[in-house]
């Protein structure tokens, strides 16, 4: 039912198969005036595509987008954006024992048992490519969110037990290693590791990190469109995520209420908090501080080795997933946790705007002619 | 905008201020024909009722709940099911300090800056009161779910450090110690922790999970409806809640591909997960195994102790919060975490109703009248 | 499913039958700020009491309003405002025939055979005071309409074949007649129309019309959301409307291009047309002209005389509607469709907040605290 | 605002301007299982192409559909089917004063005040080439009625003064004459009519009527998604109506209750209204009788004629709207109607599988593998 679409007044929709022709997005109620350009998006998308190092897969496409409608003289209009990203990679073959065995650690089983039947090429809507909708229409959000000085930025903190702890941040790396981590050390660490697990015909997880700056207080509706809820839902729906926290997250029930409470301090008369154990969210809005929250991503499922699993005809049997499979998906989900979480801080931004009705009557009273 | 709304079929509103004259919800989309009455809901209330241990606040209220439409004769009728708590406890008070400064962890700040003012008296809308109105729809979601025999239980896996590790589990004693932990030797030793705290005027949290048992394989809207993601906005959505996780959660990153998919078998024509790491779900849908959520929550913000914060003339204070306070949020949490779980399960298994065409020819054209 | 709420930003949410134990509305998404006393919607929901005039059913109900929540200290919060009515009138009764048949004209059978029992007393959720919840979020609507200088009125402009014509209308009058007419000669007629119905135990209908002026240009939203189309959503799902039309509406047809256009023109400074035609929409956006809307209600489906119909059982019967009606409900559907307008209005002003960038860099570069 | 989506289960997007790249539509929530093909839907649009007669306009396009996801191996797979259509006319060439003036009748105006600057070519967004998607997409709402045997046909009731009386319907006619009319005679004398507009540089409008036969009883969600209310929405909604009405409308009025009520009769065990008055829907939800509804379309905006404007920069002046217009778009908007028209009834036909728990535990008692 309609699950492929997101957000309330800035709302993506995404489409698209693994194997079909195309896949792509429509992004509806982006305010007009914006610039945008197919080398906006393109930029994105270039970061999750596949092939860029020896831990993606070989999958050969280049991705390139196309904007359909929605801008006009090099801006929105207000209208909604089509975007579309033909699928390169379609060359026929033989589907073999995919077509009619459920992978482990796929979603083969809970489709084929949803819908009666599957698109079973290339994990059809389950496969990462899904993603790339998701990316587009989130360097459109990070184009509206740029006109207002929010920044939001996405990065590798572990790959399998190699972690960055936060005192060896050094964000200037990031875009050193393969894997956008803030620490050259612990990606050679995780580079080792993952070849092992490579030579092994295996695969690895890790965890994405993602701080946004610069976001004005109150973000978030309550009760249940809180800024921390919706980034969870949108989080937590990109495959492979398999947990989602805000600031200090899972290690806060061992903590305690005066460790973990944030004081509030006034300075040249701003407020700040002295700390951040809450990851830049009270009551479930953004309140000002740094916003933070980290993605626990799973082992990729598509391994070499050969695995227990069911067929389509009811019998047990082994099977072997051939392809070019990514060892760890990890790099390649930084940029699509990135644009989750502008997406929603976009609409949540957007929402926000009838909260007051001093906002209201500004926009109104002075911006229009009123007959 | 409207954030007080969740589902799509099965959709609950809440409403209703700490100190105002009533909390209550509407739950819109509940099929006709399910047995109902005010009993099935107040046990549900019931659990979440303060003053039922020396660990909860003592503020005394019966939360009695009233079914004001939507069912006639012990039956829902497909309208929608208004319910009403009173807030016994509004008894007139000076609200000092509280009234004029922004209480550390709490969301006073946040909602100061998004509304242009603040109902100040115990919370307002961020109070725990918030979460009757989701306790009560849970109430209905679950005689739902029971229809199909479904069943959503909660329980505490965690106060501070105090855990329950997994073969330690004895669901037999959940309900036998405060804590609604599945081992009352943890709980014993939480409890000590907990009367620690509570000497030094401080406050911990933990960790609640919650399983779901004979759930139908499919449910959850792929891309961005799946049943983790939608889980995971309901959980996070309840207050003090930092981190939700599926399955192996912020465990799966360190396992590998090999140990983390679950292998398929078949046995009697069933079909079955030989493990279950990915906690229940496939593709965001689920797989028929036992759903498991776990999800974060902090130490209790309301702490006695004397904290720095700032008040709205803008100065530099200190801030001692006195009330009636639960030194932990987690027993109470319990039942909201298990409410906000089904309410999801009901809305997808509705969602889900329109998946296939055979489905709903079924329907349609064995049980209706067609001209 | 889910289908008692109205609006995506300013969002209502109705609940309650005829004589269950009260009715009520839920509005979400009004924004904070605004003053709002009881008296205010008392105020709308005195103008759809029954018992004002011999046309009106003799119910006796004073239809009290208690606002629950979303208001303090005489403003509203931002956060949801919750509605309470109680039913006075529920003596208990014999519903005799009512209970076991389908009254012609009624829901009794729809709704027997979608929900597969019925609430029949009094009609349950398909009964006139289902419109209560409507006016009173009608109420608030109509309070943030009037911040911003924009105002909305209905009138009757026709009782059966007894019609206002529009170079006839004398806005002074319309509260001098028991109809509402903006003519009380026109009234008059009408007056003996309808009370010659009565002595046949018959009924009538007739058109509301609504105009609202001093809006801003451009609300409504493209394609699907434009302001003409989800008035003729608002104004159509009250019981009884056969018919909503724009401007000329139906007259339209049988014009010509070179008629029906509306010329623009300038007068210092400030755009104009010059006919309106379009009833102030263009493209289904306002466009600064008056909104102009027209519904047509059919006569009371509730009458005395006796009626072929057929009994849940099976069989043919004739079938006497015992009890209170009103002979024409046209008066009293004249709130309910300004509510529905006022409710629709505000729904888009709040929207078309989000339509241009310099509007969002207005509202949080002037006016937010960003670190 | 996220005006470019309608339905709630099967939801349509739409998206694309007159003179972009192209035009389109996503269709999210259909079921799985229905068989689909390009052809089905390029029957649909052919309908609306134009150049079909000499009432159209002459622009040259083929409007070629390209499924791009959602159907594997013949039929629709549950996933968003993405429908693509490039637009071929899109010539360069100097759209002279359209590009700074405001065509009366048409949205240059209000676009501009809306969004701050607007796409002048060819009405952009405000396009007739708009119509493409919801023509793409109620192709696919018919393949799943006509599943259920559920037939929608709509044709035109009049055009400009030339109208069918309902005792003249011939409907063996409709696709013997240009203007799709259920009577030849009728359309011979709308032709000459239009033929006298065309020679005058004028334009006239018309009534499109539509039935939908064979529809289970109980379709429609009260309170605010009747079925009738949202047929108001989704027709008003098109380009050019400016009316809509259902049964007998605004003819309603003037009737009287023992006249208009529609009596229940049964025979052979089923259930029929001895007439129907009401167009097939009874407090909003479907009766088992034929749905009927009209939609009254103005006069076409453009025409040759000289008429009075006023200029982006604020001078009046004399426009004359050169190009391919319609005369009359009334025979090019009957497959739009029909279509907005199946959107709707499937809508609410999946909306409605959750009406009923008998229902629900029919699809997983019987139909499910429960654990």
């Given at each position: 039912m309609s699950g492929s679409s997101y957000g309330k007044i800035f709302r993506i929709t995404t489409w698209g198969e693994s194997h079909g022709p195309a896949v792509g997005a429509?992004?509806?109620?982006?305010?007009?005036?914006?610039s945008l350009a197919e080398q906006d998006i393109q930029a994105f998308l270039d970061r999750r595509r596949p092939g860029q190092s020896k831990y993606t897969?070989?999958?050969?496409?280049?991705?390139?987008?196309?904007?359909?409608?929605?801008?006009?003289?090099?801006?929105?209009?207000?209208?909604?954006?089509?975007?579309?990203?033909?699928n390169q990679d379609q060359r026929s073959r033989d589907?073999?024992?995919?077509a009619v065995s459920f992978r482990p650690?796929?979603?083969?089983?809970?489709?084929?048992?949803?819908?009666?039947?599957?698109?079973?090429?290339g994990g059809g809507r389950s496969s990462g490519r899904e993603t790339i909708g998701r990316v587009a229409a989130g360097a459109i959000a990070s184009k509206l969110l740029s006109e207002l000085g929010i920044t939001v930025r996405a990065y590798t903190k572990a790959i399998g037990p190699c972690t960055v702890s936060e005192n060896e941040y050094r964000?200037?790396?990031?875009?050193?290693?393969?894997?956008?981590?803030?620490?050259?050390q612990t990606a050679t660490e995780a580079a080792q590791y993952v070849a092992g697990l490579m030579s092994e015909q295996d695969s690895c997880g890790g965890i994405v990190e993602c701080v946004a700056d610069h976001l004005p207080v109150g973000l978030g509706e309550p009760v249940f469109d809180?800024?921390?809820?919706?980034?969870a839902q949108a989080v937590m729906s990109v495959g492979a995520v398999k947990g989602v926290e805000i600031g200090d997250g899972f290690g806060a029930?061992?903590?305690t209420g005066s460790r973990n409470n944030d004081p509030f301090?006034?300075?040249d008369g701003k407020i700040y908090k002295e700390s951040n154990h809450a990851g830049g969210t009270l009551g479930g809005m953004s309140d000002g501080s740094r916003l933070i929250l980290r993605a626990a991503i799973k082992p990729t499922s598509s391994i070499s080795r050969t695995q227990h699993t069911v067929n389509e005809s009811g019998e047990n049997i082994d099977i072997t997933v051939r392809g070019r499979h990514d060892p760890v998906i990890v790099p390649r989900a930084v940029v699509v946790i990135e644009s989750m979480t502008a997406v929603t801080l976009a609409d949540l931004l957007l929402q926000n705007m009838s909260s007051r009705i001093d906002y209201i009557k500004k926009v109104y009273t002075e911006d229009r002619n009123v007959e």
């Open positions: 429509v992004v509806d109620g982006c305010p007009a005036g914006i897969t070989k999958r050969n496409e280049t991705d390139t987008v196309e904007i359909l409608s929605g801008v006009f003289e090099g801006k929105t209009t207000g209208t909604p954006i089509s975007l579309l990203v033909r589907y073999g024992n995919i650690g796929h979603a083969d089983y809970s489709f084929k048992e949803k819908y009666g039947f599957r698109d079973y090429r964000y200037s790396e990031i875009m050193e290693n393969s894997f956008y981590m803030p620490n050259n809180k800024l921390d809820a919706l980034l029930p061992a903590s301090r006034i300075k």
